[in-house]
T-cell receptor, first 110, second 117 residues
């Protein structure tokens, strides 16, 4: 059974702080890794994807992948109130199926 | 990014009737489309994978006779919930993949909220 594990949260951070979200996955054959943001009642919105070991930065977001540890993280700098949402860690396996974590709820407080 | 459109955004139907949901890739040809279901406070669960021109592959526990999937063209897949019951009420989401472009399966339609009364 291929699994993607996330802490359900909620993770509460003050506005302007750094939010750190973590995820582990079980299948070493996983190809690609994604972070999605999902607001209540809406479809997931792609924030970042990462294929290679190391860091990938895009604006306020940095994704980190460590294949040896089977670990992925997402850092959100300068957190905004609008960042409050559920963040889904998603892993694509070798058959192109997406395997979803259960999501971490982030609350950015004023 | 690749654009995937779903229709309708929401639908209410009576128990026992059938409902069709459309998923279209607007700016690319989708060799594969994926259908997901999301219940409240849960993550997305893959229901089935459909390849253009062939039968869909269903995940374990998903009734293929109840959830009919048709992928007749490279830009359109449909999911029909047959003889819907209140327990089928859920958020249904599709994604589409362009076989020639890395990562396009990562883009989702806006979802369809189905309520069966």
């Amino acid at each position: 059974q291929k699994e993607v594990e996330q802490n359900s949260g909620p993770l509460s951070v003050p506005e302007g702080a750094i939010a750190s979200l973590n995820c582990t996955y079980s299948d070493r054959g996983s190809q690609s890794f994604f972070w999605y943001r999902q607001y209540s009642g809406k479809s997931p919105e792609l924030i970042m994807f990462i294929y290679s070991n190391g860091d990938k930065e895009d604006g306020r977001f940095t994704a980190q992948l460590n294949r040896a540890s089977q670990y992925i993280s997402l850092l959100i700098r300068d957190s905004k109130l609008s960042d409050s949402a559920t963040y889904l860690c998603v892993v694509r396996d070798s058959s192109y199926k997406l395997i979803f974590g259960s999501g971490t709820r982030l609350l950015v407080r004023p | 990014g690749a654009v995937v459109s779903q229709h309708p955004s929401w639908v209410i139907c009576k128990s026992g009737t059938s409902v069709k949901i459309e998923c279209r890739s607007l700016d690319f040809q989708a060799t594969t489309m994926f259908w997901y279901r999301q219940f409240p406070k849960q993550s997305l669960m893959l229901m089935a994978t459909s390849n253009e021109g062939s039968k869909a592959t269903y995940e374990q526990g998903v009734e293929k006779d109840k959830f009919l999937i048709n992928h007749a063209s490279l830009t359109l897949s449909t999911l029909t919930v047959t003889s819907a019951h209140p327990e089928d009420s859920s958020f249904y989401i599709c994604s589409a993949r362009d076989g020639g472009t890395e990562g396009t399966e990562a883009f989702f339609g806006q979802g369809t909220r189905l309520t069966v009364v």
